[in-house]
Structures are given as C-alpha cells and as structure tokens.
C-alpha cells in the first residue's frame, strides 16, 4: 500500500485529519455575492479589486497559492512586489462581469501542477512579470472590445515578449496532519538580474466580530525568524522561516477611513504591509510586532537565467533546527505522489497524456475551497454591526433563508466562479472518484442535506441564483460514483451512501415534478437549465414573449433523471429487495414521459419532428397555434443521455419489479412500444431502456456525426455549423429573433455573456454523449455499426464511435504533429517557449472549429472530465486508426 492510501484510510477511518489543511482559499473573495451588501445586488462593484487590498471579509479568505485549515480559521497564502507595481500582488487580477467584453475573465497566468488527495503534497506554477503589471491596460483594452472580438489577455500585452517574469514555484509537504513544510523557487527568466520581494503571510480569518467567537486571536513575533499564531480553539501555530530581512505585523482589519471616509475601529489595519513594502511607510505596522496579520520578507536579487528558494515550515510545537529537513522531506513527499499516481495511470502509456491527466487531477484537488453563506444571517446581518438594507430582504436568495454552507466544497473555478454549481459539482465527482472516491461520495451527499436543499426538494444552484435550474444529472452522478467505487472495493458496494443519496434524490425529483411540469403532462420548461444562450431567447422569460416553452432537452433529463432513479433502486435490491417498489415507480415515470414527448397531451404534437428526424422545443404562443423551434442543438442530443442496458439476472428475482414491467406490455403495448424494447434481450443478455428506438438513435446519431453539423475534429459542438451560413430566424409577435453558429466566444449579453453554447465545445456534453454511446453498446453489441464520419462509408460500431470521440476531445491537450495544443490556438508562447509549452490549462469550453480554450481559464472542474476520458476510454490497440490518424497523433 502507497503511503498516500494509507493517508487516506487514516482520513476516513478518523484515525487522522490529513485533509485538515489544504488549498481551500478562493481565489477571488471580492466581486462575490456573499461580500455584497449593496441596496441594488450589484456584487461586481461592491467590492472591487482596488478596495480588496484594505478591506477586511466577512465570509471567506484569498490568495495566491492559499492554503487553510478546513474551517479557514488561519490562513496562509504568497504574495510578491516586482518593485514596479502599484500595489504587492496579494490576490489574482482580472475583470469583472461588466468589464469584460465577453464577462468575467481573470488576467493572471497561473497553473496546477500537482497534489495528491489529502494534499500531501502539492505544487503550483504562478507567472509574475518584473515590469509594472498592466492593470489599467487590461482594463481599458477590454473596455473597447466588442463582442466580436477575443478577449485581449495578459499575454497580448507584451508583458512576457522579452522573457521579463519570474517563474514562481510554490510546492507544500505534510510531515503530519498539522505540520506543513513549504518551499518556494523563484526562477529569473530574464536576460538580466532581477529583484523581487517575497512576503509569506499568514493571517486569521476575521471572526471575532460575529458574536461567534467574541475573543481576539493573535500572531505574535517569537525571534527573527518565527512567530506564533494562537487562537484559543485550536490552540499554537508556530511558524519559521529561512533567514529573512523582517517580520511585518499588522491587523486584518478594514482600512474604514480610506474606503468609506470613517474612522478606523484599529490603527495598523489590513494594508499595512502593502503600504510598507510600496510606500516603505513603517507607521502602518504594529511596533509591537503583534496583530492578526503577519508577513515575513525576503527582498531577493535573482541572476538572469538563475533561481533562489526559500523554505519554510509550519507546527504546533517548536523544535530545535526546524528547517533542516525541508528539502529531504519534500523529496519524499513528491516520490510519494509520483508512487501514488502511478498505480492510479497504470492504463496510461502515452507521456504526455500521463501529463495532462496528472495535471487535471491536480487542477481538481487545488479548487476544493472553504465556502462559508449563512443566509440568514446574510440577511439579518450580525448582531451589534450596520444592517444590510431592507431590500435585501425581498431580493436575491431571500427563500433560502433555511440555508447554511460551511464546508469544504469542490468549485468550478476558484476565480471565475468561486461558489459552487450543483451541476458543475456533480461532473466533479466522477474523476475524482478515480482517486478519492471518499470525498467524491461526502461532495454527492452535502448537496443533498436539508440544511443545503430547500424544503420543497431543490437542490441549490449557485449563489448568484439559488432557485435557478441546473440539468439534473446529481442521480446520475451518485450512481456512476457508486460504480467506480464498488469496483475499486473489488465488488462491494457502500450501501449507506446510495440509500442516503436515493432518499434525498427521491425529493428532488418530486420537485422537478410538482413545479417544472406546469400542465400535469410529463413534459417539462425547466427554462435555464444552464444552457445559457442555446435559444433564440433567455427561457426563463418565455412568457415575455407571452407563451411558455416545452423542452426537449427538460423532459429528457427528465427521462435520464427517472432512468438513474430506476439503476439506483434495482442497484439497492442487491440489498433489500424492498426498493423493486421503487424501481417500478421510476420505470412508470420514465414510460409516461416517453408517451408524453410524443403526445402532448391532447395536441397531438411530438416533441420528435418526423420531418427532420431531430428533437425540437415547443413554443406556445398566447391564443395561437403552437410552433416547433426548430434549431438543431444539443437540446435535440439530450434524448440520447435517457438511456440504461441492465442485465436479465439483475431483476430476475424481483418478482414485483417483472409483474410491472409484463403489466406494461401487455396492457399499454402502445406506450411501451415507443422506447427500445426489452422484449428481446441484447447482446450478454442486456435489456435496454432508452428514448430512442432503432430508427431515431440512427437518425440523431446521423446528424450528430455529421462534420458539417455536430461532429468536429475535438468533439460534438454545442450547435449545428449548418447555421454559419444558414442562420435560424423565427418572428414571434413583431420581434425578429435569430440564432447563428457561433464557434467562439459568445455574441449576445445573454445571462452576460460570459458563455457560450451557440457552437462551441463542451466536456460535460461530450462525456455524456460518449457514457450514452457506450450504454447503447452494452445492448447492441458488435454486430450494430454506424457509419462514422457521415459520408466517409466507414461503419464502426458505436463503443468505437465513444473511444473516438473521446479522442477527439483528448486532442484539444495534446501536442499534434507540430508539436502544438490546440487548446492554446495560435499563441506562439503558450506553444514553443520551454516554460510555457508543457504546462494545461483546462478552459470552461472550447472552440467549434479549432479547439482553442475560451471562457474561465481554469475550470478543471468538469472539463476535469478529460482525466475519465484518459482513464476510461484510451486503449492504443483499440483505436480506429483508419479513422482518426487524420485528425490525431497516432
């Protein structure tokens, strides 16, 4: 057993907190919803960028490399002076939502090098220019782009075109729980000799003014190169540097005076340090080397082309010669890690795919964040401080005052999206079961607590919007986590987890039924679903157009959600074989759904056009007919995600479960007809569920795997290409409404345009598209192919398709024949330079026809899904090379 298994059996024996520390600062605490106390919930310009550096938080903590304990009491994070910029660079830069051309977007180069689960290890990569950062730039540039055009970058300034930066590698060990040693290496790039500061700050989230915890924690200095970090509840933090010029003492108190023109609660406040290193004004520092914000400095001058390092180690007990043992430490940790991950990529062959998914992993295990909203006390405010304004209390999130999150939560992206997505989240935990299926498991069941879900059975979405609709895909998510699992336990399944999730899910799903079915007819609105701009119109505003939208892609992840809810059921039979009960429930839901898409109540409409042989929304207009939206997107791939080949032998001995089942055959042979038949068993004694019947899978799959349609050489984009040339039109009352292929970056406002699924390509979908592929496989077996690509007269059959596509998204981080990513475009940098060229980025979607990433640069959350293709699906000896050479390595 590696050293880093036996970590994680101690974490989840309780034995040891190995996760008690780890990167669970944000990235970006301004800007957010929970720090915003405006009248009008302008969370943007509450707190900015600017008054971050003097403004003490409510609710969470940032910083560059951060690192805290799991309840982010103290926190310890790097920051850096190049000696040019306006301020020292505490927290990562970047634009907000109205700023941006195409939203929020940071402008930092940065990168997730490695971590093991109960970060053990960790190391992280960031890019520091020595001339003075172009804030103002960067600002005003993006201020004058249009929306046709690309976002302009830190990169585009010329900021790093004479190699002019410091490389700065932060790497953490644990030598126990709470003893932390960390070392950082600063490398010049330059051609000449270069100085930097560099300030190890350790600070305590303020606490001590919510009436939780009345008393004061203090750092307090202990000699030149320590200090001490106490707070009453967890006792002495003692902290030792390598030889440094100062310690810098200060409070983590807001400077009130100069953001709000107040007098200041206590003198030395939050800037201090800031205003030392920059201002070399000593009057802001505590004298009596005390408070609750502490730095150590190092003022380094790095030779071109040289490098220096420094150390430093973190317990609750000193000892004599502390750091000593650093870098051997270290060395041990990181073989650890390396031994870890290669039981983990034993399938991985390919080094530069072992590379990618090492690096996905890590861009998994580094967004985990300490997430703190009370919304009710977010409303009230806290006892003896200003209230927030009244409006408050009818705005945002003002139903879910019921809500109280205070754990450690995987993000999207710790900049860009620094709150959790109940969607986002659910695709998380599918990879990181790969490697910690304890914690894919706990991230499942938190979402699902009462003290997360609403009342009425809705799981929370985002903090922007709590009671907006994310797909729901969290029962899928149980049950592909409880495979992974159960397989890595050499068969054993955790029952406790799949009944505890199937009870809350059982909720949920009456909540999609008794509020997102508005007629009672097994069709559902859903309206967002997270799809952004896929419609010619915002669909949680249909009625503006006075009609209400009936969704393709709402009822069949509708159809998927009853599907999941049926596996999990037959799943839990392996245990008591009461829940066939409940399995019959979902297997009625999902047939009366089936019937309802294609007849709509007493309309006789189908959401399948006949025509067209695609799925289509329905609108209905006030006092008109209905029409068909008739725009080939995903909305009309999403069927294909309804599907579930199970076993004859798995409902064999479920007596109730078969009797229903006959019952439906016999006696609604009409119904039952409509979805793929289990009359015949398929290949291994399969029988599938499914939306799709023989003729309209290969129908959707036929447009689907069209190059002139969905299928592009990095995946299945989010809309057809036909509409580059051929834009869709609809007049609806006297508006001309239009939608356009649109491979890039988004050209509507829409949800603020900071997304885009008028083209481009995104992970979830895919890996969606691929698992249904595979699904529809287990049934058919070899013997059914496809031709793949439409009009290549090559026919594969669909497991093949699945690895292919697979493939095809894979590319997007490899080098091709040139040597080159597609995922960096045509930047030379990111593509040629020795320092640049190896390190991935993991975008929030990539483009349709070159597969350059765009959107949030660093959500390795559910493009993290990459790292499940690598695992899953990449075999050398399976692959169609008559197929894909064209388009990949082989």
Known sequence: MSAENKRLQEDKAHLKHWKKWGPYLTERQWGTVREDYSPDGAAWENVTHEDAKSKAYRWGEEGIAGVSDHQQKLCLAWAFWNGKDPMIKERLFGLTGNQGNHGEDVKEIYYYLDSTPTHSYMKMLYKYPQTEFPYQKLVDQNATAGKLQDEYELIDTGIFDEDRYFDIFIEYGKNDTEDLISIVTVHNRGPEAAKLTLMPTVWFRKTWFTGHEPFMPRITKLDDRSFKAFNPKTGNYIFTFCSNKDLAFCDNETNREKLYGIPNERKYTKDGINDFIVEGNRARLNPQNTGTKAAAIYELEIPAGGSKSIKMRMQHQLEDNPLDACHENMDLRRKEADEYYETIQERVTDPDLKSIQRQAFAGMMWSKQFYYYDVERWLEGDAGRYSPPDQRKSGRNHNW?????????????KWEYPWYAAWDLAFHCIPIARIDSEFAKNQLLLLLNEWYMHPNGQIPAYEWNFSDVNPPIHAYAVQRVYQIDKKANGGKGDQEFLERAMHKLMLNFTWWVNRKDSEGNNIFEGGFLGLDNISLFDRNHAQY???????ADGTSWMAMFSLNMLRI??????????????????????????????????????????????????FHYKGKEPKKLKVRSIVGLIPLFAVEPIREDMFDNLPEFKKRLDFFLREKPKLAALVSSWIQPGYDKRRLFSLLRGHRMKSVLRCMLDS??????????????????????????SEILSIKYTPGESDTRMFGGNSNWRGP??????????????????????????????????????????KELSLRCMKIFMKDE???????????????????????????????DSGKGLGASHQTGWTGLVAEMIHKYYKTDEVNHDVITPLFRS
């Open 761 to 802: 390509i995104w992970f979830p979908i895919n890996f969606l598209i691929i698992e249904s592929l595979k699904k529809f496989d287990f049934y058919y077996g070899g013997d059914f192919s496809i031709e793949y690509p439409v009009g290549s007269g090559k026919f594969i059959t669909m497991d093949i398709i699945a």
């Open 545 to 551: 157009y006075q009609g209400k939208l009936e969704q």
């Open 401 to 413: 005052r019921h809500l109280q999150n205070y754990d450690i939560i995987s993000m999207p992206d």
């Open 569 to 618: 059921a037959l799943d839990l039979c392996e245990f008591n074989k009461v829940y066939q009960f409940t399995a019959t429930k979902f297997l009625e839901h999902f047939l009366y759904i089936a019937g309802a898409m294609n007849n709509i109540s007493s309309e006789h409409m189908s959401l399948w056009d006949d025509e067209d042989n695609f799925f289509y929304d329905i």
């Open 818 to 848: 040139n040597g080159h990513r597609p995922v960096y475009g045509k930047n030379k940098k990111f593509q040629e330079d020795p320092h640049f060229k190896d390190y991935v980025l993991f975008y929030e979607y990539f483009h349709g």
């Open 708 to 733: 002139n349609e969905f299928l592009s050489d990095y995946g299945i984009r989010s809309l057809s290409k036909y509409y580059e040339k051929n834009p869709y039109t609809l007049k609806i009352n």
